[in-house]
């Protein structure tokens, strides 16, 4: 059975534009969360969601938002960016009888310039 | 509010030597307590797990946790390092609310020499 898989893996981008990440869960996984991962922050929880609804959210601001499609994978986008957005994007998925059990997609790096 | 605390920031051991990481949780009632581990620009990998039970916790690579109520602590160990144990290690726990939530720890690098 194929991991979590996240698009693109690596990203350059300016200050003031924005991004879309990409995160596609192990079959037959239906909630996929965001963390953030910083030098200074270490893992910071973004969202979660689970059948196209968001259940769960972090302490970041409004221009970082998500969804998820029907066939359970998930986009975040941050608008806007800033300097700060600068981190590892890391996606995870479980399966809902799981409980916390998560499975982790490599990341995508994002840098802001 | 749920926290875990890694007290050490980074670890040096021999390659051979035996290693203990250190990890506290602050948690009202029995934790779901885990330990992950994350090679350089890699995601996490799930090491081992501690819902219930026997608080001696097997995992892979040949690492070992031992859960203590009374210290709040879930201290990851393994006998004998090898190089490749080299990557920065996590503990988390499980919040139980309305879903299932995981904290995690700030995490704690392991540097091996050869």
């Known amino acids: 059975k194929a991991g979590v898989t996240q698009t693109p893996r690596y990203l350059i981008k300016t200050r003031g534009q924005q991004v879309t990440l990409s995160c596609s869960p192990i079959s037959g996984h239906r909630s996929v969360s965001w963390y953030q991962q910083t030098p200074g922050q270490g893992l910071q929880f973004l969202f979660e969601?689970?059948?196209?609804?968001?259940?769960n959210k972090g302490n970041f601001p409004g221009r970082f938002s998500g969804r998820q499609f029907s066939n359970s994978r998930s986009e975040m986008n941050v608008s806007t960016l800033e300097l700060g957005d600068s981190a590892l994007y890391l996606c995870a998925s479980k399966l809902e009888a799981a409980g916390y059990e998560q499975y982790f997609g490599p990341g995508t790096r994002l840098t802001v310039t | 509010a749920q926290s875990v605390t890694q007290p050490d920031i980074h670890i040096t051991v021999s390659e051979g030597a035996s290693l203990e990481l250190r990890c506290n949780y602050s948690y009202g009632a029995t934790p779901y307590l885990f330990w992950y581990v994350q090679s350089p620009g890699q995601g996490l990998q799930l090491l081992l797990k501690y819902f219930s039970g026997d608080t001696l916790v097997q995992g892979i690579k040949g690492f070992e946790a031992e859960f203590k109520r009374s210290q709040s602590s879930f201290n990851l160990r393994k006998p004998s390092v090898h190089w490749s144990d080299a990557a920065e290690y996590f503990c988390?726990?499980?919040?139980?609310?309305?879903?299932?939530?995981?904290?995690f720890g700030p995490g704690t690098s392991l540097s091996v020499i050869p």
């Open positions: 988390a726990v499980g919040e139980k609310t309305s879903y299932d939530k995981v904290i």
């Open positions: 969601y689970f059948s196209e609804t968001q259940r």
